[in-house]
Nanobody, 126 residues
């Protein structure tokens, strides 16, 4: 069983940047896809970004394309989400997720993710 702990959330002004981090323990994530999801107040959880085991393939929600970047450091058992040009609608709890396979599956439930962190809150406000 993998444990995922997110950090890096906080309050940022519109147009600002944040980098979220996720550290895994209990199981190596080096052969697993990883992802980020978010849940805004009153809304369902939605997909943000995913990355395959090697970092060689990434996938983004339309809302994240061009502004967010997912990357990983397998030596540190970690995955990151760099968020730039933040908007008020990016306000949400952001969750790190680990997949059951080496890659992500856009057509599958939760893109093939089966383990979740507890989340970190990102608030974009002036």
């Amino acid at each position: 069983q993998v444990q995922l702990v997110e950090s890096g959330g906080g309050l940022v002004r519109p147009g600002g940047s944040l980098r979220l981090s996720c550290v895994a323990s209990g199981r190596t994530i080096t052969v697993h896809a990883m992802g980020w999801f978010r849940q805004a107040p009153g809304k369902e959880r939605e997909f943000v970004a995913a990355i395959n085991w090697s970092g060689g393939s990434t996938y983004y929600a339309d809302s994240a394309k061009g502004r967010f970047a997912i990357f990983r450091d397998n030596a540190k058992n970690s995955v990151y989400l760099q968020m730039n040009s933040l908007k008020s609608e990016d306000t949400a709890i952001y969750y790190c997720a680990s997949g059951y396979g080496e890659t992500y599956y856009p057509g599958a439930l939760d893109y093939g993710m089966d383990s979740w962190g507890k989340g970190t809150l990102v608030t974009v406000s002036s």
